[in-house]
């Protein structure tokens, strides 16, 4: 029996499918969702997941816990096609996805330096070393065409849902810093214009790279280094205690974005791409300048005035994302440099022309 034959009433076909499980803890939610929750013992399930991923010791950044989360969180945005949007505020998975983010977060805590020095961890975004090279590097030098389709179909599990986990934050902050995060958000959200939003722009560009550009199309071929930064993103908006993580993160996202955006766009142009497909990214190269000034003058600069405590969650957010955006860029070039796709399974062919 498939989860969309006994879909409750309310579920939305025009979310994304449910993805394949990929361990024990995706197995056991993913089976829960095909039924109500709290009916048909779907609970006890999750129960049982729990204590046996507590009794396994599951790695943070593994390809079981991150999807686990991910199907946790997706029911804040758009929920998955046949799933009870009931599941959303299922104390039991909330229970589930509070162990796993404990183990995450913690994960991240220890593998950053850590600190309180703000002002030291944004100085070290704002100047790249000149002998930086990662991936946008590579994909303006030499990239192929597969390595950029590849790209997009790991970044769409975020870009087509840009800037939402960045949304959460709003209601937490207050004053200065909030109005300008939501100025900064207005611009992601196109302005008031559906047509100029970061996410149809990038759904945009996928069209143009002969890709799919249904929301979580990609989700079953995306691994887990690529979920593990959009998840980051949803643990900081959705716990007001990591307000400040949320704002480091943002703030680090904007600062190191501009020149990366002007990287990918001349990738695509030397690719042959459209104008339509570099949109994306050209109008990330003059927004993000503007967006970085905004998140670290106004946005950092007046929450820290307010609570000055919170300078070391900020600094989490700035080297969580560093970590993750690192480990994901290590695994697309060492994947790329062996000639093998960097996704779980490669993209279909492309049509021959
Ligand atoms: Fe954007
Ligand atoms: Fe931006």
Redesign the pocket.
């Given at each position: 029996m498939t989860a969309s034959t006994i879909a409750p009433l309310g579920t939305d076909a025009r979310s994304p499918r449910l993805p394949a499980p990929r361990g024990p803890l995706s197995e056991a939610v993913v089976t829960a969702f095909a039924r109500a929750p709290l009916g048909e013992a779907s609970s006890p399930m999750i129960t049982a997941a729990r204590e046996a991923g507590r009794r396994a010791s599951i790695d943070a950044f593994g390809e079981d816990l991150q999807l686990t989360l991910y199907l946790c969180y997706e029911l804040h945005y758009q929920g998955f096609s046949g799933v009870d949007p009931a599941w959303e505020w299922d104390p039991e998975l909330l229970r589930l996805r509070g162990s796993m983010e404990r183990h995450f977060l913690r994960a991240l805590r220890e593998r950053t330096p850590g600190g309180s020095d703000v002002g030291a961890a944004v100085d070290g975004l704002l100047t790249e070393p000149v002998d930086a090279f990662g991936v946008s590097h590579h994909l303006r030098d030499g990239g192929e065409l597969w390595q950029m389709r590849e790209y997009a179909a790991h970044r769409s599990i975020y870009h087509l849902k840009e800037a939402d986990p960045q949304a959460w934050v709003i209601p937490r902050l207050r004053g200065r810093a909030k109005a300008a995060l939501v100025a900064?958000e207005f611009?992601?959200y196109g302005g008031g214009r559906a047509e100029a939003m970061h996410s149809r722009l990038f759904a945009d560009m996928l069209e143009e790279l002969d890709l799919d550009p249904r929301y979580g199309r990609y989700l079953d071929l995306v691994p887990a280094r690529m979920l593990a930064i959009v998840n980051m993103m949803s643990l900081f908006g959705l716990h007001r205690a990591l307000r400040g993580a949320m704002v480091g993160h943002f703030a680090s996202v904007?600062i190191t974005?501009a020149p990366g955006s002007a990287r990918l766009a001349r990738a695509l142009e030397r690719l042959g791409a459209s104008p339509r497909a570099t949109r994306f990214y050209t109008e990330?190269i003059e927004?993000?300048a503007v967006?970085e000034q905004v998140l670290r003058r106004d946005v950092i600069g007046a929450l820290l005035e307010r609570e000055p405590e919170l300078a070391a969650d900020v600094v989490l957010g700035i080297q969580a994302t560093d970590l993750l955006e690192d480990r994901l860029g290590d695994h697309l070039l060492r994947c790329w440099q062996a000639g093998r796709s960097s996704l779980l399974r490669p993209l279909p062919a492309l049509p021959r022309s």
């Open positions: 900064v611009d992601e904007e974005s990330h927004a993000d967006h």
